[in-house]
Protein backbone atom coordinates (compact mmCIF):
# COMPACT_ATOMS: atom_id res chain seq x y z
CA UNK A 1 0.00 0.00 0.00
CA UNK A 2 1.46 3.14 -0.75
CA UNK A 3 -1.05 5.02 1.60
CA UNK A 4 -2.45 3.74 5.36
CA UNK A 5 -5.35 2.31 4.83
CA UNK A 6 -8.62 3.94 6.38
CA UNK A 7 -11.50 3.57 7.50
CA UNK A 8 -14.58 4.72 9.73
CA UNK A 9 -16.05 2.57 12.73
CA UNK A 10 -19.07 2.81 14.94
CA UNK A 11 -16.84 4.00 17.96
CA UNK A 12 -18.48 1.72 20.23
CA UNK A 13 -16.79 -1.12 19.03
CA UNK A 14 -13.55 0.01 19.84
CA UNK A 15 -14.37 0.67 23.28
CA UNK A 16 -15.66 3.56 23.67
CA UNK A 17 -17.97 4.21 26.22
CA UNK A 18 -21.09 5.82 24.09
CA UNK A 19 -23.85 3.69 23.84
CA UNK A 20 -27.15 4.20 25.73
CA UNK A 21 -26.49 2.27 28.27
CA UNK A 22 -22.40 3.78 28.68
CA UNK A 23 -21.36 0.89 27.77
CA UNK A 24 -19.33 0.06 24.98
CA UNK A 25 -19.30 -3.30 22.04
CA UNK A 26 -15.48 -3.86 22.55
CA UNK A 27 -14.78 -6.15 18.95
CA UNK A 28 -11.50 -8.13 19.38
CA UNK A 29 -10.95 -8.91 15.97
CA UNK A 30 -11.41 -5.26 14.81
CA UNK A 31 -9.04 -3.75 17.31
CA UNK A 32 -6.64 -6.67 18.03
CA UNK A 33 -6.27 -8.26 14.70
CA UNK A 34 -7.27 -6.23 11.87
CA UNK A 35 -6.39 -2.95 13.97
CA UNK A 36 -2.70 -3.78 12.91
CA UNK A 37 -3.47 -3.14 8.65
CA UNK A 38 -5.72 -0.05 9.24
CA UNK A 39 -6.22 3.32 10.51
CA UNK A 40 -9.50 4.02 12.52
CA UNK A 41 -11.53 6.94 12.17
CA UNK A 42 -14.59 6.50 15.05
CA UNK A 43 -17.81 7.77 14.75
CA UNK A 44 -20.84 7.53 17.14
CA UNK A 45 -23.48 9.28 15.48
CA UNK A 46 -26.27 9.67 18.52
CA UNK A 47 -23.16 10.88 20.96
CA UNK A 48 -21.79 13.38 18.61
CA UNK A 49 -24.95 14.82 17.85
CA UNK A 50 -25.14 15.73 21.21
CA UNK A 51 -27.15 13.17 22.62
CA UNK A 52 -26.60 12.46 26.00
CA UNK A 53 -24.57 9.66 27.34
CA UNK A 54 -26.05 7.52 28.93
CA UNK A 55 -29.79 8.67 27.54
CA UNK A 56 -33.18 6.89 26.93
CA UNK A 57 -32.30 4.42 23.83
CA UNK A 58 -34.03 5.72 20.68
CA UNK A 59 -35.89 4.03 17.99
CA UNK A 60 -37.25 3.94 14.37
CA UNK A 61 -40.86 4.98 14.19
CA UNK A 62 -43.85 5.78 11.89
CA UNK A 63 -43.66 5.04 7.98
CA UNK A 64 -40.70 2.31 7.24
CA UNK A 65 -39.62 4.06 4.08
CA UNK A 66 -38.61 7.40 6.37
CA UNK A 67 -38.52 6.57 9.99
CA UNK A 68 -38.07 8.90 12.71
CA UNK A 69 -35.83 7.98 15.43
CA UNK A 70 -37.52 9.44 19.02
CA UNK A 71 -36.76 7.66 22.45
CA UNK A 72 -38.13 5.01 23.42
CA UNK A 73 -39.84 5.89 26.82
CA UNK A 74 -40.88 10.00 25.89
CA UNK A 75 -41.63 9.88 22.47
CA UNK A 76 -38.87 12.40 21.84
CA UNK A 77 -38.61 13.35 18.50
CA UNK A 78 -34.77 13.55 17.64
CA UNK A 79 -34.75 12.93 13.99
CA UNK A 80 -33.71 16.54 12.49
CA UNK A 81 -31.08 16.79 15.33
CA UNK A 82 -29.31 13.55 14.45
CA UNK A 83 -29.63 14.34 11.02
CA UNK A 84 -28.59 18.18 10.71
CA UNK A 85 -25.19 16.58 12.18
CA UNK A 86 -24.89 13.56 9.67
CA UNK A 87 -25.25 15.36 6.76
CA UNK A 88 -22.78 18.06 8.18
CA UNK A 89 -20.31 15.56 9.06
CA UNK A 90 -20.83 14.06 5.21
CA UNK A 91 -18.89 16.88 4.01
CA UNK A 92 -15.85 16.36 6.07
CA UNK A 93 -16.09 12.74 5.91
CA UNK A 94 -15.62 12.98 2.13
CA UNK A 95 -12.37 14.66 2.99
CA UNK A 96 -11.05 11.30 4.81
CA UNK A 97 -10.03 9.32 2.28
CA UNK A 98 -11.62 6.18 3.74
CA UNK A 99 -11.80 3.35 2.23
CA UNK A 100 -14.74 1.16 4.80
CA UNK A 101 -16.86 1.53 6.82
CA UNK A 102 -17.76 -1.32 9.96
CA UNK A 103 -21.27 -0.59 11.42
CA UNK A 104 -22.95 -1.59 14.27
CA UNK A 105 -25.54 -3.44 13.96
CA UNK A 106 -29.21 -3.37 15.50
CA UNK A 107 -28.36 0.34 16.18
CA UNK A 108 -31.16 3.02 15.30
CA UNK A 109 -28.65 5.20 13.76
CA UNK A 110 -25.59 2.93 12.53
CA UNK A 111 -27.50 -0.47 11.53
CA UNK A 112 -27.18 -1.47 7.95
CA UNK A 113 -30.84 -3.27 7.74
CA UNK A 114 -33.21 -5.60 9.45
CA UNK A 115 -34.18 -2.88 12.03
CA UNK A 116 -37.42 -2.46 13.42
CA UNK A 117 -39.59 0.26 12.65
CA UNK A 118 -42.64 0.78 15.11
CA UNK A 119 -46.01 1.77 14.19
CA UNK A 120 -49.09 3.54 15.26
CA UNK A 121 -50.36 0.17 16.80
CA UNK A 122 -46.53 -0.78 18.27
CA UNK A 123 -46.54 -3.66 16.38
CA UNK A 124 -43.09 -2.97 14.47
CA UNK A 125 -41.37 -3.94 10.90
CA UNK A 126 -38.32 -5.08 10.16
CA UNK A 127 -36.18 -3.62 7.19
CA UNK A 128 -34.94 -0.54 8.09
CA UNK A 129 -31.46 0.88 7.92
CA UNK A 130 -29.88 3.32 10.44
CA UNK A 131 -30.32 7.17 10.18
CA UNK A 132 -26.65 7.33 9.86
CA UNK A 133 -25.89 4.07 8.02
CA UNK A 134 -28.34 4.88 5.27
CA UNK A 135 -27.13 8.23 4.60
CA UNK A 136 -23.85 6.74 4.71
CA UNK A 137 -24.16 4.80 1.48
CA UNK A 138 -26.24 7.22 -0.13
CA UNK A 139 -23.10 9.49 0.09
CA UNK A 140 -20.67 7.04 -0.49
CA UNK A 141 -22.09 4.15 -3.04
CA UNK A 142 -18.83 3.01 -3.62
CA UNK A 143 -17.38 2.60 -0.06
CA UNK A 144 -16.91 -0.87 1.16
CA UNK A 145 -19.27 -1.48 4.53
CA UNK A 146 -20.08 -4.28 6.73
CA UNK A 147 -21.39 -4.56 10.06
CA UNK A 148 -19.72 -6.53 13.15
CA UNK A 149 -22.37 -9.43 12.33
CA UNK A 150 -21.23 -10.08 9.48
CA UNK A 151 -17.61 -10.04 9.97
CA UNK A 152 -18.48 -12.76 12.70
CA UNK A 153 -19.09 -15.07 9.07
CA UNK A 154 -15.60 -15.95 7.19
CA UNK A 155 -16.90 -15.40 3.60
CA UNK A 156 -18.39 -11.66 4.47
CA UNK A 157 -15.33 -10.87 6.73
CA UNK A 158 -13.01 -11.93 3.73
CA UNK A 159 -15.00 -10.37 1.29
CA UNK A 160 -15.21 -6.91 2.58
CA UNK A 161 -11.13 -6.78 3.57
CA UNK A 162 -10.31 -7.84 0.48
CA UNK A 163 -12.46 -4.80 -1.37
CA UNK A 164 -10.35 -2.44 1.74
CA UNK A 165 -7.04 -3.32 0.17
CA UNK A 166 -8.20 -3.16 -3.41
CA UNK A 167 -10.16 0.20 -2.99
CA UNK A 168 -6.72 1.40 -1.68
CA UNK A 169 -4.50 0.00 -3.86
CA UNK A 170 -7.33 1.72 -6.75
CA UNK A 171 -7.11 4.76 -4.90
CA UNK A 172 -3.47 4.63 -4.62
CA UNK A 173 -3.49 4.67 -8.66
CA UNK A 174 -5.80 7.65 -9.09
CA UNK A 175 -3.46 9.86 -6.97
CA UNK A 176 -0.96 8.91 -9.92
CA UNK A 177 -2.59 10.82 -12.27
CA UNK A 178 -2.50 7.23 -14.18
CA UNK A 179 -1.75 7.00 -18.04
CA UNK A 180 -3.30 4.20 -20.30
CA UNK A 181 -0.74 1.93 -19.51
CA UNK A 182 -0.74 2.33 -16.12
CA UNK A 183 -4.70 1.65 -16.39
CA UNK A 184 -3.61 -1.55 -18.49
CA UNK A 185 -1.32 -2.62 -15.83
CA UNK A 186 -3.34 -2.36 -13.23
CA UNK A 187 -6.28 -4.57 -14.77
CA UNK A 188 -3.84 -6.98 -15.45
CA UNK A 189 -2.17 -7.50 -12.48
CA UNK A 190 -6.03 -7.56 -10.81
CA UNK A 191 -7.34 -10.08 -13.57
CA UNK A 192 -7.57 -13.44 -11.77
CA UNK A 193 -8.68 -11.95 -8.34
CA UNK A 194 -11.39 -10.49 -10.45
CA UNK A 195 -12.21 -14.06 -12.11
CA UNK A 196 -12.88 -15.27 -8.65
CA UNK A 197 -16.01 -13.18 -8.12
CA UNK A 198 -17.44 -12.89 -11.93
CA UNK A 199 -15.97 -14.19 -14.69
CA UNK A 200 -18.91 -12.28 -17.10
CA UNK A 201 -18.55 -8.83 -15.18
CA UNK A 202 -14.51 -9.22 -15.93
CA UNK A 203 -15.06 -9.64 -19.65
CA UNK A 204 -17.58 -6.43 -19.22
CA UNK A 205 -14.37 -4.98 -17.75
CA UNK A 206 -12.16 -6.06 -20.11
CA UNK A 207 -13.99 -4.29 -23.33
CA UNK A 208 -14.13 -1.03 -21.25
CA UNK A 209 -10.08 -0.89 -20.85
CA UNK A 210 -9.59 -2.25 -24.46
CA UNK A 211 -12.17 0.43 -26.01
CA UNK A 212 -10.61 2.80 -23.65
CA UNK A 213 -9.67 5.48 -26.62
CA UNK A 214 -13.48 5.93 -27.71
CA UNK A 215 -14.42 8.15 -24.42
CA UNK A 216 -13.09 10.77 -22.49
CA UNK A 217 -10.06 9.70 -20.38
CA UNK A 218 -11.90 10.87 -16.46
CA UNK A 219 -15.40 8.82 -18.16
CA UNK A 220 -13.14 5.38 -18.47
CA UNK A 221 -11.74 5.64 -15.03
CA UNK A 222 -15.02 6.38 -13.48
CA UNK A 223 -16.75 3.88 -15.22
CA UNK A 224 -13.40 1.60 -14.50
CA UNK A 225 -14.06 2.63 -10.69
CA UNK A 226 -17.20 1.83 -10.65
CA UNK A 227 -17.54 -1.31 -12.28
CA UNK A 228 -14.40 -2.92 -10.65
CA UNK A 229 -16.04 -2.34 -6.78
CA UNK A 230 -18.88 -3.76 -7.96
CA UNK A 231 -17.08 -6.65 -8.78
CA UNK A 232 -15.41 -7.25 -5.74
CA UNK A 233 -18.87 -7.13 -4.17
CA UNK A 234 -19.81 -10.15 -5.63
CA UNK A 235 -19.30 -13.24 -3.27
CA UNK A 236 -15.93 -15.60 -4.33
CA UNK A 237 -17.12 -18.89 -4.35
CA UNK A 238 -15.53 -22.46 -4.36
CA UNK A 239 -16.13 -22.99 -8.22
CA UNK A 240 -14.69 -19.59 -9.35
CA UNK A 241 -11.61 -19.80 -7.12
CA UNK A 242 -11.41 -23.60 -8.43
CA UNK A 243 -11.06 -21.96 -11.90
CA UNK A 244 -8.60 -19.58 -10.73
CA UNK A 245 -6.41 -22.18 -8.78
CA UNK A 246 -6.53 -24.69 -12.54
CA UNK A 247 -6.10 -21.45 -14.61
CA UNK A 248 -2.85 -20.81 -12.67
CA UNK A 249 -1.79 -24.64 -12.73
CA UNK A 250 -1.84 -24.45 -16.44
CA UNK A 251 1.26 -22.37 -16.66
CA UNK A 252 3.48 -24.97 -14.97
CA UNK A 253 2.42 -28.20 -17.42
CA UNK A 254 5.72 -28.30 -18.57
CA UNK A 255 7.90 -27.13 -15.68
CA UNK A 256 6.95 -29.82 -13.18
CA UNK A 257 7.11 -33.21 -13.32
CA UNK A 258 4.05 -35.71 -13.74
CA UNK A 259 4.38 -36.51 -10.34
CA UNK A 260 4.29 -32.95 -8.98
CA UNK A 261 1.38 -31.85 -11.63
CA UNK A 262 -0.58 -34.16 -10.33
CA UNK A 263 -0.15 -33.27 -6.85
CA UNK A 264 -1.21 -30.06 -8.08
CA UNK A 265 -4.12 -31.25 -9.16
CA UNK A 266 -5.30 -33.64 -6.62
CA UNK A 267 -4.63 -30.35 -3.89
CA UNK A 268 -6.90 -28.27 -5.87
CA UNK A 269 -9.42 -30.90 -5.84
CA UNK A 270 -9.41 -31.08 -2.67
CA UNK A 271 -10.14 -27.64 -2.06
CA UNK A 272 -12.99 -28.54 -4.52
CA UNK A 273 -14.37 -30.82 -2.44
CA UNK A 274 -13.95 -28.73 1.06
CA UNK A 275 -11.14 -31.20 2.34
CA UNK A 276 -8.69 -28.08 2.76
CA UNK A 277 -9.28 -24.84 3.14
CA UNK A 278 -8.02 -22.03 0.01
CA UNK A 279 -5.04 -21.23 1.53
CA UNK A 280 -3.42 -24.99 0.75
CA UNK A 281 -3.76 -24.83 -3.02
CA UNK A 282 -2.70 -21.18 -3.13
CA UNK A 283 0.24 -21.26 -0.91
CA UNK A 284 1.24 -24.51 -3.26
CA UNK A 285 1.13 -22.50 -5.91
CA UNK A 286 2.51 -19.66 -4.71
CA UNK A 287 5.56 -21.38 -4.30
CA UNK A 288 5.94 -22.33 -7.83
CA UNK A 289 5.36 -18.98 -9.21
CA UNK A 290 8.73 -18.42 -6.71
CA UNK A 291 10.20 -20.98 -8.36
CA UNK A 292 9.64 -20.61 -11.77
CA UNK A 293 9.29 -16.75 -11.43
CA UNK A 294 6.60 -17.13 -13.33
CA UNK A 295 5.59 -13.10 -15.09
CA UNK A 296 2.11 -13.11 -15.19
CA UNK A 297 1.41 -14.71 -12.28
CA UNK A 298 4.46 -13.30 -9.80
CA UNK A 299 2.47 -9.62 -10.12
CA UNK A 300 -1.19 -11.32 -9.88
CA UNK A 301 -3.43 -10.04 -6.63
CA UNK A 302 -4.93 -13.16 -6.43
CA UNK A 303 -2.59 -14.93 -4.40
CA UNK A 304 -2.17 -11.81 -2.01
CA UNK A 305 -5.12 -10.07 -2.12
CA UNK A 306 -4.33 -9.45 1.86
CA UNK A 307 -1.85 -9.89 4.63
CA UNK A 308 -1.66 -13.60 4.71
CA UNK A 309 -1.41 -12.64 8.67
CA UNK A 310 -5.05 -11.85 8.25
CA UNK A 311 -5.45 -15.54 7.57
CA UNK A 312 -8.89 -15.15 5.83
CA UNK A 313 -8.52 -17.60 3.96
CA UNK A 314 -7.63 -20.62 6.21
CA UNK A 315 -10.98 -21.42 6.69
CA UNK A 316 -13.03 -24.28 5.29
Known sequence: MEKTIRIGVSGCLLGQRVRYDGGHKYNPFLVETLGTYVEYLPICPEAESGLTVPRDPIRLTGDPLAPRLTFHQTGEDVTERVETWVRGRMESLAREDLCGFVFKSR?????????????????????????????????????????????????????????LFAYRRWKDLLSTGPSSADLIAFH?????????????????????????????????????????????????????????????????????????????????????????????????????????????????????????????????
Request: a positive charge; charged letters at 30%; glycine letters at 8%.
Open 107 to 163: SPSCALEGLKVYGPTGLPKKGASGLFARLFRERFPRIPVVDEERLGDSSQREGFIEG
Open 188 to 316: GRHKLQLMAHSVEELRTLGRLVAGRKERPWAEVLELYEGLFLDILKKRSTVKRNTNVLQHMAGYFKKKLSSEARQDLSTTIDRYRLGTVPLIVPATLICHYVRLFKEPYLIGQTYLEPTPEELKLRNHG
